[in-house]
């Protein structure tokens, strides 16, 4: 078992971890870290996939996700506060304005 | 560490000591540049912006008191022994397997600057673009809306009707009042 293999599985055990996470908190901000998570391990298996092809397309995907991640996190915790002011709750339960 | 925290603060230090660990790695895997990158990115940039809306939040011992009562251990022990099972399994694969030596191979950064200005530069551009509409998209979403009727809704139409009717007499009347002096 090379390297490239154990970090996969490490992205893996991560991203398994992010997942548990946005599943069982109710918190809004705690969701969006375990976003933040699962969105590294998956830039960490594309660095690992690189790294065993001797490849840099693998970190370009990196830089990507990275932007993309940023992006994201900044729209997310905007739309936190607005929420925040609007309901004075960050449970994801009691924001049922959108169910019919 | 992260997920299991109460209280927000905890769960931002124990993600960025993971961002430090992942960064690591991949110092490990031969990418240097993207090391730098996850540090100064993840741990300085988006670990600083969740610290600014907790403290713009202002949550306190209230919501980790809410928290800890949505996270009773009948909650969460099946999916921690879930990842208990991968984590055994993960210590049993290394620990199987003879240890050898990891071998480094560095992409350089000059490789991957020529490849990302080279072949990728449509994708470069279209970053750009998601990151300008994530900057605009979160300065509208984030402003505070006030709630702006319409100038007829505001004070109901026939007070409306009934101000500008007043108005006019008023006109009128120092017109006349003009004339007459």
Redesign the interface.
Known sequence: MNSAQMVLMVAAVLFALGLVGVLTRKNVIFMLISVEIMLNAAGMAFVAAGAKWQQPDGQIMFLFILAMAAAEVSVGLALVLQIYHQHKTMDVDRLRELRD | M??TRFH?VH??LY?AV??FS?SM??L????P??AA??II??AG??IV??IF??M??N?GRE?AQ??KE??KPK??VI?AA??LL??IE?II??FS?DK?V??I?V?EPR??AL??YGE?II?VEL?GF??M???V???H??K??KTELHRFLQNGHTDKEKTTYTRKTETVTTEQTAIHE
């Not at chain 2, 490990?28 to 990418?31: C, D, K, M, V």
Request: proline share 3%; glycine share 6%; aromatic share 12%.
């Open positions: 992260v997920i927000p769960a931002l993600l993971s961002f992942s790695v991949f490990s895997l031969g990418a540049f993207v990158l996850e990115v993840y940039a988006i912006l969740f809306v907790v713009m939040l949550l919501t809410q928290e949505w996270l909650v969460w999916p879930l990842v991968l984590l993960m694969l290394l397997e050898q990891m071998q191979a992409v490789k991957l490849s990302l990728y994708a970053t998601l990151l509409a994530g900057i998209g979160a300065a979403i984030g505070h809306k």
